[in-house]
């Protein structure tokens, strides 16, 4: 279990308050910036991101990297909240949690509502992650596909 963090009048933990105000510094980097210039700005603040990570969300970071880049290259690396993140026609699909970013004992790789994993009336969206072993590439390789595959 996390430990827990010291909180504000505002009810938000300064972890919390550290990723907004994160959030706002990637919007405010991004203002008036368009096309190729955008594109290629958002990837470079996604694997300086990854490359800051410690080493075990690093990994896991840097191996979700190369597996989007091989089963959805219409994805587009970016950052929100300071999270590695990837996105379609500008809305997020998947991002990495790390597990330093607020103290846990795992990462999670996430679809967003746009990411086209629906399995029936009932389906998960968030996914622990302790080390990248062989079964759980697989296992993601497969959601990322699928995450695109209505788009594509």
């Not at 955008?38 to 990297?65: G, N």
């Not at 990495?96 to 990462?107: C, E, H, I, L």
Request: glycine fraction near 6%; hydrophobic fraction near 40%.
């Amino acid at each position: 279990m996390a430990p827990e963090s010291s909180t504000t009048k505002s009810g938000f933990s300064d972890t919390e308050r550290a990723a907004m105000q994160q959030r706002a510094e990637e919007l405010r980097s991004m203002k008036g910036v368009k096309g190729a210039a955008k594109k290629a700005k958002e990837l470079e603040a996604c694997l300086t991101a990854i490359a800051e990570l410690p080493e075990t969300d690093r990994v896991i970071a840097e191996r979700l990297h190369v597996m989007v880049s091989e089963e959805a290259p219409g994805l587009d690396p970016k950052t929100w909240y300071g999270f590695p993140t990837y996105a379609q026609d500008g809305k997020n699909i998947l991002f990495y949690q790390p597990a330093s970013k607020f103290d846990t004992r795992y990462g999670t790789v996430n679809f967003a509502e746009d990411a086209a994993i629906d399995d029936g009336d009932m389906w998960a969206v968030s996914f622990a992650l302790l080390e990248m072993t062989e079964a759980a590439e697989k296992k993601i390789r497969g959601l990322i596909r699928k995450a695109v595959a209505a788009e594509g």
